[in-house]
């Protein structure tokens, strides 16, 4: 039983660039989550989805979208990174909103 | 505004009892979560309060007093496994499935 996967592990982007973050979880969730950890500082929310086709925006969504096509999938792409958006990135499932969350292994970005 | 305060790093002693708190100023309160995360790895799920009183699972217990604002973890019979960040999180009735999350306390485990 795989869980939530998370793709890559690590990257290194430079300023402008894009790319998209992958979120696969296996546990027929319908809720799926992205948050961002900085050091020192708690879970910020970027953008859930309470299931396929219906996506919002948390606490931090500039500078990021998603979509989720699927009830597995759940990717977040980055357009024109800037710095501000080093971090580490985690995804996360959970079968309703009052249910413990299981977490990917995270993404840690870095934007130079 | 929300917020949520926990100790930054506490030390403790294997075999030994260690408690972790948690306040939180909130507009409203719909649950309280409580995660464990070593370092360099994803949070864990460790309990879920809503009402008032402790949750006993095992090794771990968790208070809630929603009169007070304030939870805390309880960690028994300390293993070195048990060094890793805690991280208390509150969800806000008006959150729209959103929660508000402490910076997490460090806690670290000596022989």
């Known amino acids: 039983n795989a869980g939530v996967t998370q793709t890559p592990k690590f990257r290194i982007l430079k300023i402008g660039q894009s790319m998209t973050l992958q979120c696969t979880q296996d546990m027929n969730h319908n809720y799926m989550y992205w948050y961002r950890q900085d050091p020192g500082m708690g879970l910020k929310l970027i953008y859930y989805?309470?299931?396929?086709?219906?996506?919002d925006k948390g606490e931090v969504p500039n500078g990021y979208n998603v979509s989720r096509s699927t009830t597995e999938d759940f990717p977040l792409r980055l357009e024109l990174a800037a710095p501000s958006q080093t971090s580490v990135y985690f995804c996360?499932?959970?079968?309703?909103?009052?249910?413990?969350?299981?977490f990917g292994s995270g993404t840690r970005l870095t934007v130079v | 505004g929300q917020n949520i305060d926990q100790p930054t790093e506490m030390t403790a002693t294997e075999g030994a009892i260690v408690q972790i708190n948690c306040t939180y100023q909130t507009s409203g309160f719909n649950g309280l979560f409580w995660y464990q995360q070593h370092a360099g790895e994803a949070p864990t799920f460790l309990s879920y309060n809503v009402l008032d009183g402790l949750e006993e699972k095992g090794r771990f217990s968790s208070f809630l007093s929603r009169s007070k604002g304030y939870s805390y973890l309880l960690l028994k019979e300390l293993q070195m496994k048990d060094s890793a960040s805690y991280l208390c999180a509150v969800r806000v009735e008006d959150s729209n499935y959103q929660l508000i999350w402490g910076a997490g306390t460090k806690l670290i485990i000596k022989p």
């Open positions: 996360a499932s959970s079968r309703t909103e009052n249910y413990g969350y299981t």
């Open positions: 989805s309470v299931g396929a086709g219906i996506t």
